[in-house]
């Protein structure tokens, strides 16, 4: 038992370390980046599920708190989590739970899991566009014009690739757990 949450925390660190190498993948506009963020907590709510999957997340934000250079522009500390994006990396602890849960509860494959990174997707979204709107002091019109709807088809988009690749990973990482535990049974 003891192994078994070894093994999940360190998976939640690597995918932390993850999250972090695929934030610095940017694509600049006006007011918020599309960044690889958001591609990265679906594919990691999507192969950890809720609990690894959030405090795999957990452990990114507070890596990103503490001033480590790990969000989207290799920026980190908290002015970051309180400036104008600050609400998307929020929204990654949700959306992540919220992802992995899904998938729990009803099934792991392609459908539920591209359904669940899009609730995720929208969640995501939420807490930014709120940040969005009260750090800038900006209408609910405006937020949404420049906090949501630049995100939608690339979301959809990222949502698919997390949905189609993070479960391919999961069968693998569950198939190749699945051969250690034989071995180990075998000797």
Request: glycine share 10%; proline share 4%.
């Amino acid at each position: 038992m003891r192994n078994e949450r070894l093994r999940w925390l360190m998976l939640s660190a690597i995918f932390a370390a993850f999250t972090a190498v695929f934030s610095q993948i940017t694509i600049p506009l006006p007011l918020i980046p599309i960044t690889g963020q958001t591609l990265a907590v679906g594919l990691t709510a999507t192969i950890l599920g809720s609990r690894w999957g959030t405090v795999s997340i957990l452990i990114y934000i507070l890596l990103g708190a503490v001033g480590l250079p790990v969000f989207s522009g290799a920026v980190g500390g908290p002015q970051v989590l309180v400036g104008k994006t600050g609400g998307y990396i929020f929204g990654f602890i949700f959306a992540a739970f919220i992802t992995g849960l899904i998938l729990e509860k009803i099934r792991f494959n392609f459908r539920w899991a591209f359904v669940a990174n899009i609730v995720g997707m929208f969640v995501t979204l939420a807490f930014g566009t709120a940040q969005l709107k009260y750090v800038m002091d900006i209408p609910w019109d405006k937020a949404i014009a420049f906090g949501t709807t630049p995100f939608l088809v690339v979301g959809a988009i990222k949502a698919a690739l997390a949905a189609w690749i993070g479960i391919k990973v999961r069968e693998r990482l569950i198939s190749a757990q699945l051969m250690q535990q034989r071995s180990i049974v075998l000797k």
